[in-house]
């Protein structure tokens, strides 16, 4: 069974910081490229941060390009998302997302998402 586990989330004042995390289970983790996507209340759900599966290639929202950083430790199937210089359009529910690195088509066609986690910035 596929599981992927966010954490991390919480209350912060605008202008603070907080780093998610997202373990994985149930996958080849090194296979899969992890992305980073948060939904607003009645906002579609938006890529924030995505990291290939070998962690060479990273790619970010234009509204977190700068402020955001998102890594992959391979060894512990985890990705995170450091969250820095947060603002309150920034409030969400942050999910984890799995899809197939380039080269694994063998795959091709699975996708997997976390429960999400809530980031709740303050003013």
């Known amino acids: 069974q596929v599981q992927l586990v966010e954490s991390g989330g919480g209350l912060v004042h605008s202008g603070g910081s907080l780093t998610l995390s997202c373990v994985s289970s149930?996958?080849?983790?090194?296979?899969?490229?992890m992305s980073w996507y948060r939904q607003a209340p009645e906002k579609e759900r938006e890529l924030v941060a995505k990291?290939?599966?070998?962690?060479?290639?990273?790619t970010y929202g234009a509204s977190v390009n700068g402020r955001f950083t998102i890594s992959r430790d391979n060894a512990n199937r985890t990705v995170y998302l450091q969250m820095r210089s947060l603002k309150s359009d920034d409030t969400a529910v942050y999910y984890c997302?799995?899809?197939?690195?380039?080269?694994?088509?063998?795959?091709?066609?699975?996708?997997?998402w976390g429960q999400g986690t809530q980031v709740t910035v303050s003013t």
């Open positions: 997302n799995a899809v197939p690195g380039a080269t694994k088509t063998f795959l091709r066609g699975r996708e997997y």
């Open positions: 990291i290939t599966d070998t962690g060479s290639q990273s």
């Open positions: 149930g996958i080849n983790f090194d296979w899969y490229d």
